[in-house]
């Protein structure tokens, strides 16, 4: 079953093919129309096969490739992670057995972007110390990272 886009679907593919990171709440924005129905169309073209929307993060020597050890203060580790995850820098998110509860991959442009990180971040997660660290200055190697279904 082919789909028809029409002239406000048109509008929102431009605009997630000009940057796909954009958030759904800056499209409505640029548009005119609600972030409801951005979301709303943009599920629709998905399900029926009319967009996909790939990013591809470029991860080349100019980025640094970081390690978080995190631990959490009070509350449930598997949600706090899942939270953590969302963070657009974000690569990864894997909950340990042992001392750190989180551990963290992120990918910063350079180490003013990982104090803004942490600092941002920090305020929103209340829950968590960011405990240890570990830097790249190099990465090699990356292969896809599927997301686990939680």
């Known amino acids: 079953m082919e789909t028809e886009l029409d002239e406000t679907d048109w509008r929102i593919i431009e605009e997630l093919q000009a940057d796909a990171r954009l958030r759904n709440n800056e499209i409505a924005r ?17 399900d029926s096969g009319a967009l996909r929307i790939v990013l591809q993060r470029n991860l080349g020597e100019e980025y640094l490739s970081v390690l978080l050890f995190i631990n959490v203060v009070s509350g449930d580790v598997a949600a706090i992670a899942r939270r953590l ?17 989180i551990l963290m991959h992120v990918y910063v442009k350079d180490v003013g972007g990982l104090d803004d990180l942490i600092n941002r971040e920090s305020e929103r997660f209340k829950d968590v110390y960011f405990e240890d660290m570990s830097i790249s200055t190099k990465l090699l190697k990356f292969d896809n990272i599927h997301r686990a279904e939680s």
């Open 30 to 46: 640029r548009l005119g129309i609600s972030e409801v129905t951005v979301g709303s169309r943009i599920r629709a073209m998905e």
């Open 85 to 101: 995850y969302e963070i657009e820098e974000c690569l990864a998110v894997v909950l340990m057995v042992s001392d750190p509860d």
